[in-house]
């Protein structure tokens, strides 16, 4: 079907299926933000339950290294601020991301006389598949 398309219908195509793949990009690096932020406010929050004079260890690589109460507090803290920051941005890029596909969708559709008929960007805008 491609193959009938104007040049550049097929090239706002070939743009629309880039910023598919750069959305479900997003969805995975703020999927693993999310987990990791879940994850670093659970370690904090136990971390209250737990005498400061505990004996606590961290990984660093492969390893479990020693570490004292301030400094897990302090680590973990700096972890969840790096991950709600990360997890910001990554909510506004994925703003961004799906205002250009809809500002490229509807640039397709105005281009292709007012609708695609359904397929991958949805169904089509004010007049498809009429007449």
């Known amino acids: ?3 009938n398309l104007p040049p550049e219908a097929q090239e ?17 690096q703020k999927q693993e933000a999310e987990s990791g932020l879940t994850e670093a ?20 690589g492969e390893l479990l290294v020693e570490t004292d109460y301030d400094q897990a507090e302090e680590d973990l803290e700096d972890k969840v601020d790096s991950l709600e920051i990360r997890l910001e941005t990554l909510e506004k890029q994925e703003e961004r991301v ?7 969708q509807e640039e397709l559709e105005d281009m292709l006389g007012g609708g695609m008929g359904g397929g991958p960007a949805g169904p089509g805008g004010p ?5």
């Open 41 to 60: 406010q659970n370690a904090l929050d136990e971390l209250e339950n737990i005498d400061e004079g505990t004996t606590m260890y961290r990984n660093v």
């Open 1 to 3: 079907m491609q193959g």
């Open 98 to 104: 799906q205002d250009q596909f809809e500002s490229l």
């Open 127 to 131: 007049g498809a598949g009429g007449a």
């Open 12 to 28: 706002k195509i070939e743009q629309l299926q880039d910023l598919q793949e750069t959305a479900q990009e997003v969805a995975v």
